[in-house]
């Protein structure tokens, strides 16, 4: 399958933030309503908005973890790497694994701090890859139109 990820069709910076944008109002929906859950939950039990919110903090760290993974490992593809028509596989072209797309989580973390030095990367790099996609072993391929 290498030949194919060799002929595939690199997505460039805008077509990988795009998708990142459709994604991430995805998981913003996801903590509005994880959000919602707690008060509701909290204001059943009389426990008012005061105090610790363990539950909201993990709900809030393990929600876009999961739902990244999820659908990495479950087709290759976020919604909004769909509407953009990318699709993410390993170096070899092949599905991606749930150890390989935590750490490409990891990595996209890293890549985003440095004021998004690693997403840029994709402008210099001979392959068009970003921090995570090296440190990952994995790629974004451009799907053709059906």
Not at 26 to 47: I, N
Not at 96 to 125: E, F, H, M, N, Q
């Amino acid at each position: 399958m290498e030949s194919d990820i060799e002929n595939a069709a690199v997505p460039g910076l805008w077509r990988r933030l795009a998708a990142i944008f459709y994604d991430l109002w995805l998981v913003a929906a996801l903590w509005l309503l994880g959000a919602t859950a707690d008060t509701f939950v909290r204001a059943g039990f009389g426990l008012g908005s005061a105090g610790f919110h363990l539950p909201l903090q993990l709900f809030l760290l393990i929600s876009p973890a999961a739902f990244f993974s999820w659908f990495w490992t479950h087709g290759g593809q976020t919604l909004g790497m769909r509407a953009w028509r990318l699709k993410l596989l390993d170096s070899e072209g092949d599905p991606v694994t749930l150890k390989l797309s935590l750490i490409r989580l990891g990595a996209a973390l890293l890549s985003a701090l440095p004021l998004g030095l690693g997403y840029l990367w994709v402008l210099i790099d001979r392959d068009s890859l970003a921090w995570h996609d090296r440190l990952s072993r994995t790629r974004l391929v451009v799907l053709k139109k059906n």
